[in-house]
Structures are given as C-alpha cells and as structure tokens.
C-alpha cells in the first residue's frame, strides 16, 4: 500500500549537477564510485542507483552484505561493481563471491573464510586489502599485512586483489590535519610495500568527499563519493575553504532530496490555552494551527519540539509544541486562505524560500549525515526531474 503520510522528492538534474561538479574535481582517469550505504544516505537505493545508472555510474559502494544484495536487485541484468567496504558475515560469503561482488578484507579471518567460500564456489574473490593507517576502526597492520600477503601469494588462485585502501580519520575538518599527514605517509609506506610484493593492484584508494576535496594528492585510482553527490559537503567548513579559494560565493552543489506532506486538519486555539502534550507550549495570542501527520516515529526529531521550521504558503512558520510520534502543530495564524490539503514542506523549497537540511540538522543537533539516514526506508520515494 502507498498510503503514506509524507513523500520524499529525487531531483534528477540536481543530481547531474552535483556528479558534474565531482568529475570536474577528479583527474579523468580516476573512478568514481557512488556511496549508497545507508539506503543512499536516505535516498533510497532504489531510486538513486537507477539515476546513477542513468548517468553512467558502474561502481557502487555500500557497508555490508544486505546492501550489496539491495544493489544487486535494482542492477538486475545491467552491468555494474559493487563494493562492500564494511561487514560480511560468513554465511553471504558465498553469494557474495559468486556474484563477483567485491569486498574489503581486513583481517586474516576474514580472508581465511574468503577462500574456503571461494574454493567452494569455484571463482576467486574479489578482494580490497583495507590498511591500518592511523584511523584505528578496522584495517590490516604491518605485520598483519605480510602475513596477509603470503597467504594471498600461497592461493593466488582462489583470490584475485583489485585494491588497496584506507579512509582518513575526518578528512572534512582541519583540526584533523596532523593525524590526517601521518595517514597519508603510514598508507604511502604501506601501499609501496605491498607493491613489492604484488604488482598488479589496480585501485589504490583513500578518498571520500572531502579527501576528494582536501587531499586531492591522494585520489588514487578510484573515489568513493557519498555525501556530495547527494549535494552536501562533508562540512561547511570544506565548502567554505573551497569558495574562498574559488571566489565564488554561490554552492555548486545542489540538494536533491525534499521531503514533502499535506496538512491534515486546522484549528483554532484561544489565549491562554496549551497546545498539544503537556504544557510546553503555551498560546500567548489567539492562534490557527494546522496538524501536519509526521512526527519522530517518521524520521522528524522529538528534538524539533518547538524549534523546527516547516514551509506553508510560501512561507516558513513554526512548530509548536511537542513533537508527537506521528503527528506535528504549526502555527498559521500568518498564513491566511491555508486549507487542509495544502502542501508542507519539511525539507526543500517552496517559492522563494527552503529549509535546508543544515538548518534542520542545526536545530535537531544531528549532522547531515545521521538526519538523512534517518529518514525512514518506507517513506515513498518519487523521482522528479
Ligand atoms: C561512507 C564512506 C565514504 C563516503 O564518505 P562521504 O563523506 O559521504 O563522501 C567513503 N569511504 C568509506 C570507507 C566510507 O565508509
């Protein structure tokens, strides 16, 4: 059933707008791979993998398995890499490796039951040695490397190295840099050590958005694109250091996702009188509010509770009170002719004016990031251009 109380917009063109301003920040050789863990970061995998494809996108990645197998369905007979950077667990080894699905190998378990999987399943696994550089989260050491790669050399037969990666420890803010320096030569120093050994690596990778942006040296072979194409930077500070050095003023990136929904019901409140849970918000004036059918258990935080902002009639207007689990209240009253069925939009433009993300993720404390990952998966997705 689609009865859903609020849908969330894909643009098409932002979208090609943000992948060319990536293509222009990369080296023609270099591979964009497009990050669509965490459902597209909201977006939904659905949706956004078939606009990537569209576009000429043939490399995704994602966190785990389940992902992978997401992509996997909406490819269907099209071509194109998947690229697990997180956890598979043992038992999709095998569906993992005879799908040619390639995956990050981190530790010397994890590449033991590679190729026991991959001997039953008579392919090789296509594998990226994940290095520790500094990030400490997950990634082989030295030593654990040069046992790696003798392990790897003694079933050549059963495993076949496309790459060798690393990610840096918050590449999006400069009080990163003296940890991010030491990143870049521990992984110079581990990549050519393993170049000894094995020569042909065909991707050497340690780049997201903001590395892109930041550390343009160390692109690589391949990017792993997430948050930009969806037309956020990593931070505003990487967007600041980048318009200052363009002089430009205005952000090349454009978000393309808006959340929508309709009022539900409107209401008058007199003076005096509390609006909704308890007794946070009080009317100090004769009000019209509007219920609008989203609340926390829809993805719109219980810490918007009287901070949040919404767009009705072309204008931005207020919640009040509580955050209710499916339902919220906004003030009206400045919105003369407002009827039920009207449009409210959580996210995005209306008219001349939007709410942005950053602003709902200010206003929530949440980053970018956690707020559009949040958005739940059965919300309706719709493509427009
Ligand atoms: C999420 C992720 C990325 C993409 O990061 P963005 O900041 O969204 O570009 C790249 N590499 C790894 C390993 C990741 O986990």
């Known amino acids: 059933m689609t009865w859903h109380t609020s849908k969330i917009e894909i643009s098409r063109s932002a979208y090609l707008n943000n992948l060319t301003f990536i293509r222009t920040q990369l080296p023609e050789n270099v591979k964009l791979s ?14 956004f993998v078939n606009i990537a494809l569209e576009n000429q996108i043939n490399h995704f990645s994602v966190f785990s398995s389940e992902e992978a197998w997401q992509v996997f369905e909406v490819l269907g007979d099209r071509q194109a890499d998947i690229m697990i ?80 990666c690393t990610h840096f420890a918050g590449a999006e803010s400069i009080s990163n840099y003296v940890r991010i320096e030491r990143q870049k030569s ?58 200052s050095d363009k002089l430009i003023k205005t952000d090349p990136l454009k978000r393309i996702i808006s959340w929508k929904t309709s009022i539900m019901d409107i ?13 946070i918000y009080l009317a100090s004036k004769d009000l019209k509010i509007a219920l609008v059918p989203v609340g926390y258990g829809n993805g719109y935080s219980r810490s918007l509770s009287n901070v949040g902002r919404v767009l009705v009639g072309e204008k931005r207007i207020a919640v ?23 449009e409210v ?18 206003a929530s404390n949440q980053i970018n990031y956690e707020l559009l990952t949040r958005l739940p998966d059965k919300l309706p997705r719709i493509i427009v251009d």
Not at 35 to 45: E, L, M, Q, R
Not at 106 to 119: E, H, P, Q, S, V
Request: hydrophobic share 40%.
């Open 34 to 47: 497009s990050v669509v863990k965490g459902n597209a970061y909201g977006h939904g995998i659905k949706p």
């Open 85 to 164: 950077m997180g956890i598979v667990p043992d038992e999709a080894l095998e569906w993992v490796i005879s799908n040619e699905i390639q995956f990050y190998v981190f530790d010397l378990g994890r590449l033991t039951n590679a190729i026991k999987a991959a001997k039953k399943v008579g392919k090789p696994a296509l594998i990226h040695l994940e290095l520790e550089t500094g990030m400490n989260r997950t990634g082989f050491t030295e030593k654990e490397l040069s046992e790696a790669v003798s392990l790897i050399i003694e079933n050549d037969v059963y495993l076949k190295v496309l790459g060798a």
């Open 186 to 243: 521990r992984y110079i120093e581990l990549c050519s050590s393993l170049q000894d050994r094995m020569r042909n690596i065909q991707f050497f990778h340690a780049c997201c958005s903001a590395g892109i942006m930041r550390y343009p040296e160390m692109v690589g072979d391949l990017a792993r694109i997430g948050i930009m194409q969806y037309g956020f930077w990593p931070s505003y500070e990487t967007f600041i250091e980048y318009s």
């Open 267 to 279: 209401k008058d409140v007199k003076r005096g009188e509390y609006i909704g849970y308890g007794s």
């Open 320 to 342: 009040i009170g509580r955050v209710n689990m499916n339902l919220i209240a906004v003030d009206i009253t400045d919105v003369p002719g407002t009827q039920k069925g009207d």
């Open 345 to 362: 939009v959580l996210i995005g433009k209306q008219g001349e004016l939007e709410i942005s993300v950053a602003s709902f993720g200010d």
